[in-house]
């Protein structure tokens, strides 16, 4: 039973962090039916920002004592902006020119987009793995007989602040409701008056700050980040969003969540190899009996 | 609109082609490519393939630097047999296509007399296969997997084996750290844990100890509390964890985290300084099995850890040595044949015999492979220190 | 009459594909070989994906998985057959043909099958949700692979000998199966069948409409397409002496993608020439080691902004230098763009 716990807690971190990433998937292809492959690379970009910041705010002076709090909130906003920079700059380059090709040049271009990140990485941040600056330091306490850490609170926490407060930008904030208008109908939406590049601006920039403190809670929790961390994990989450209903933004935060947990315990109960297939086998099921997501609705095609 | 972006891709197309074949861009220190075309007249060339990129550029690239300490320091000796060395260093990526066609570009464009590569057995495999077809002899500094030198009688190894590596460490748990228990928790998406894991299975299990359960990973995996969590519950006494420092590390700190204070045991894929920066204080009072000790006493040794650091700036690791040694055996046999004929340097390589180097006294067995110790480190106050000598 | 004079073409081709393969292995360094290859395999897989991808317009990112399937049928059978057929037909050059062909055969037939297994259910999403589920599918067959013990797991399979698995690729089987598939494929694609699937790529309801079996069809196209990365994966492997699963990966996916865009989708020639550019220019760019893989994907983003359709567009060769050499418009083979 402890163990059960153990893993629906880890499940359920680790799911936090694909539901913050799932968002950015599913706000993307909202408003432009376009799967942005570059988004994991966006995630690991936040990461290593993170990673640089802390490096040169001093982390590696603190020794044992704690990275102050502050700092670390600047880390984090600091990460989160240079990839809502990045996100709004691959959408400028790489995906305005092609926005009315047929469907399948969107898609390779965001393909490109994608390994030339990854490589760029490589190239930049060395191949090898490497490990994460302790940010938060790590306090494990145990609750009858489950470990829990500060680190896997903050997930929660951050996870549960961020996803808040773009519930409340989408429903509350005129961007929001433009940015609604703009996934019902594009079209109807510019003939409104909406300047919709502004808003698919503001889209893939909240998407991507959103994969930014994806990234920093991974390296906290997992601790090793690599340039192709974005690969795996971009792609567990891309089938959140699917899982949930892509264009829906409950639903990426479901899909994440139902994610984490499966993952977790098929590496507890079945086997650790096959904790990264059961994710694929998920994306099959759910696109073949029900292609619309578990909170999608079905949209009939027009002819 | 048409025929100007056609123009435009062919350009692009053969911009990318010509940039390439123009060979102007000198890649990283330390991984010289050399220069194509015909060795000038009595040099001894070499051919290093080993991964220089991709994500065990690590090995490849310690293999390479130490290589060309030993080549310099020969040179600077006046050659072998009167004749300079030169190292030609190709990039496998990590893959097992690209080493073939590293070795093919190796013997038909560069000329060598001799092979050197690679770290990884599946690489040494595929390489090895070419080398041994075209009668190139081989030498592998640190691919540990026993079907490398089985290949054929070109192919040659200066580290210990698997099967040895793995009763070394089954011994040392059984014997010196009086263990009855041990996890096994090893990586399946790489050959090399398979294959030591399997190796200290049968070991361990002969000694009278046993295996309570057996988990696995894929190397890349960030997240081990699953199977932590399994070994947590199994009465284990220690983990023998035989993969590569990267995971290593994150193991160590998910067991510490999940409160498993259990030693972890290992072999030489542990080799890499950044293992501590990972590991951090979750790997103190772990071993494991390597060519050899930082902090060794040996003079040889101490030696080289000195001038390697002068010239690199840092410390070698274990691979270092071997490749260190590998070329050293090398020149060697090239001395003892008298020349670089394939056939000859073949024989010289397989009479080996009491060459001391860096990583001890090599003797070249009839399978190809050293006789030599091993060395178990032990991990303390986030250094690898020395705890023992297994001979074989 | 016809026939005879096709059998002359055949035999005629045979001989020169010998031919060349003597010259080549007295002549050329086996460095230029591999390449030469390796160019013949990737021939095989750019117009195999392009069958699907570009013709039939249903677009695969796994295809590296058809081509393990492949890899590890002909390696795995034609071990098993070898001493069989090496003992009823005495060890040489006739034993060896006879086993490799039939390893390939049954490769192709088993990629197929996966092809067929995949297909099916897939092949109702749309774009980019066939996509995804292809690369699922592609992973999955590679995570299979990586564990199957008895193929080596992620060692690899390397057959029965230590030396691996005996080196059948050489020039002739290489460019006589690349030769045969591409005849045939060619003939699909300007039969009345290559006709619906351009339909189902033009416009799928609208086929539908017009009575044609969209998805009997489709998934007719992602099996072959799949038979031919299989026959390619067997040629490959027994190049390298061994299958790994980590020949396979989603990169090997991304670079028969790369081939078929280059040459332009939809497009037979585009297909071949595309094949042959990658095989070249990745080997040209090996000095360039660290920046090979950025200017590549620099390469496709381009492509994708300054010239979607690639070299030939949907045209073929022929249509090319039909419209170059005559007066009259030529009106083209197959649906131009």
Redesign the interface.
């Given at each position: 039973m402890v163990q059960l716990l153990q893993q629906i807690l880890n499940g359920l971190s680790l799911g936090s962090i694909y539901a913050l990433i799932a968002l950015g998937y599913t706000m993307v292809y909202g408003i432009l039916k376009l799967i942005n492959f570059a988004h994991g690379e966006v995630f690991m970009v936040g990461a290593y920002t993170g990673y640089y910041a802390a490096i040169s705010l001093g982390i590696e002076h603190y020794g044992a004592a704690s990275f102050p709090l502050l700092l670390a909130l600047v880390v984090l906003l600091l990460a989160m902006a240079a990839s809502a920079l990045l996100g709004v700059t691959i959408e400028l380059f790489a995906y305005r020119p092609v926005r009315s090709a047929p469907r399948l040049t969107p898609l390779i271009t965001a393909i490109g987009v994608s390994l030339l990140l990854q490589n760029a990485a490589m190239l930049l941040f060395s191949p090898n793995p490497r490990p994460y600056p302790p940010i938060l330091r790590e306090v494990r306490f145990e609750l009858g007989g489950v470990i829990v850490t500060n680190v896997k609170l903050t997930i929660f926490a951050v996870a549960i602040v961020l996803m808040l407060g773009l519930h409340w930008f989408i429903q509350r904030t005129w961007t929001g409701k433009a940015m609604r208008a703009v996934s019902v109908n594009l079209d109807a939406a510019r003939l409104m008056g909406i300047d919709t590049n502004r808003i698919i601006r503001s889209t893939f920039a909240v998407g991507s700050a959103l994969a930014a403190a994806g990234g920093i809670l991974f390296g906290l929790d997992q601790i090793m980040v690599s340039p192709l961390m974005g690969v795996l994990t971009g792609l567990k989450a891309f089938v959140a969003a699917v899982l949930g209903g892509i264009g829906n933004i409950r639903g990426a935060v479901l899909g994440g969540l139902l994610i984490g947990l499966a993952e977790q315990l098929t590496a507890g109960y079945l086997s650790p190899d096959y904790r990264d297939a059961i994710t694929f086998v998920i994306l099959i099921v759910i696109l073949i009996l029900r292609p619309q997501g578990l909170l999608g609705v079905v949209r009939a095609e027009k002819v | 609109m048409d025929r100007r972006s056609l123009v435009s891709l062919i350009a692009a197309l053969g911009l990318s082609v010509v940039a390439s074949a123009c060979k102007k861009v000198e890649p990283a220190a330390g991984t010289g490519s050399g220069s194509a075309g015909k060795p000038s007249a009595g040099e001894i060339v070499i051919g290093h393939y080993g991964s220089m990129t991709g994500n065990t550029a690590h090995f490849g690239q310690d293999t390479d630097k130490a290589a060309r300490l030993a080549i310099e320091q020969l040179n600077a000796q006046g050659g072998v047999i009167g004749r300079k060395l030169r190292l030609v260093t190709l990039d496998t990526r990590g893959d097992g296509a690209e080493a073939a066609n590293a070795v093919s570009r190796l013997i038909d464009v560069e000329k060598v007399h001799a092979l050197f590569g690679e770290v990884a057995s599946s690489l040494s495999l595929a390489g090895g296969r070419i080398a041994q077809r075209r009668q190139i002899p081989m030498v592998s500094p640190s691919s540990t997997n026993p079907k490398v030198t089985e290949v054929g009688d070109f192919i040659f190894r200066v580290c210990f084996i698997d099967p040895f590596q793995g009763k070394v460490m089954a011994t040392f748990a059984r014997q010196t750290l009086k263990l009855d228990k041990v996890a096994i928790l090893k990586d399946v998406k790489n050959d090399y844990s398979i294959g030591l894991s399997d190796a200290f299975k049968v070991a361990f299990v002969a000694a009278g100890g046993a295996i309570p359960v057996e988990q696995s990973y894929s190397a890349g995996d960030t997240d081990f509390s699953a199977q932590i969590t399994a070994i947590k519950g199994s009465g284990a006494q220690a983990i023998w964890v035989p993969g590569y420092y990267s995971e290593v590390g994150a193991i160590a700190r998910t067991a510490d985290r999940l409160g498993v204070k259990l030693p972890l045991l290992g072999g030489d894929g542990w080799d890499a300084p950044d293992l501590f920066k990972i590991g951090g204080q979750a790997l103190t009072g772990s071993y494991f099995s390597n060519h050899f000790a930082p902090d060794t006493a040996a003079p040889k040794a101490q030696k080289f850890v000195a001038d390697f650091k002068a010239k690199y700036a840092k410390e070698p690791t274990g691979l270092g040595a071997l490749g260190y040694d590998g070329i050293w055996v090398l020149a060697d046999a090239i001395k003892r044949a008298g020349s670089t004929e394939p056939k000859a340097l073949r024989d010289a390589l397989a009479t080996t015999k009491d060459l001391e180097v860096v990583t001890g006294k090599i003797t070249i067995d009839k399978n190809r492979n050293p006789e030599k110790s091993a060395v178990v480190l032990k991990i303390e106050d986030g250094k690898a220190k020395f705890a023992a000598l297994v001979a074989p | 009459m016809r026939l005879a004079r096709r059998l002359a073409v055949v035999v005629a081709l045979g001989l020169t594909l010998y031919g060349v393969q003597l010259l080549l292995s007295g002549g050329v360094?086996?460095?230029?070989q591999?390449i030469i290859l390796l160019a013949g395999i990737n021939i095989i897989l750019a117009v195999g994906l392009n069958l699907i991808s570009g013709t039939t317009?249903q677009?695969s990112?796994g295809h590296a998985g058809f081509m393990a399937v492949g890899a590890y049928g002909a390696a795995f059978f034609g071990t098993q057959l070898a001493p069989g057929i090496a003992g009823a037909l005495g060890a040489g050059a006739a034993a060896d043909a006879l086993t490799f062909n039939l390893a390939l055969v049954i490769g192709a037939v088993l990629a197929g099958l996966a092809g067929l297994l995949v297909g099916a259910?897939?092949l109702?999403?749309r774009?980019?949700?066939l996509?995804?589920?292809t690369?699922?599918?592609g992973?999955?067959i590679r995570?299979l692979f990586?564990?199957a013990q008895f193929l080596g797991?992620?060692?690899?399979y390397?057959g029965d000998s230590?030396?691996?698995l005996p080196?059948y690729t050489n020039f002739f089987w290489v460019y006589a199966w690349a030769i045969a598939i591409v005849v045939m494929i060619r003939n699909l694609t300007f039969s009345q069948t290559g006709r619906s699937l351009s339909a189902i790529r033009e416009d799928e309801?609208a086929a539908e409409a017009m009575a044609t079996p969209t998805t009997r069809l489709k998934v007719l196209a992602f099996s072959l397409s799949a038979a031919a990365a299989g026959v390619a994966g067997g040629l490959f492997a027994h190049m390298?002496?061994?299958v790994?699963p980590?020949?396979f990966r989603?990169d090997k996916s991304?670079d028969m993608?790369v081939m078929i865009?280059?040459g332009g989708?939809g497009s037979i020639s585009g297909a071949v020439v595309g094949g042959i550019?990658l095989a070249?220019?990745l080997?040209?760019?090996?000095?360039?080691?660290?920046?090979r893989?950025?200017?590549?994907?620099?390469?496709?983003?381009?492509?994708?902004?300054?010239?979607?359709?690639?070299?030939f567009g949907s045209r073929e060769l022929s249509d090319v230098l039909r419209a170059r050499f005559s007066r009259a418009p030529s009106a083209g083979s197959g649906v131009a763009k």
């Open positions: - | - | 360094i086996e460095y230029v591999r317009g677009f990112i259910p897939s109702r999403l774009g980019d949700y996509a995804v589920v690369l699922g599918f992973e999955i995570i990586n564990n797991a992620a060692t690899g390397f230590p030396a691996g080196p309801i390298q002496s061994g790994r980590e020949d989603f991304i993608i865009i280059i989708l550019f070249v220019s080997e040209l760019m090996r000095d360039l080691q660290q920046y893989l950025v200017l590549y994907a620099l390469l496709l983003i381009v492509i994708m902004l300054v010239r979607p359709a690639g070299l």
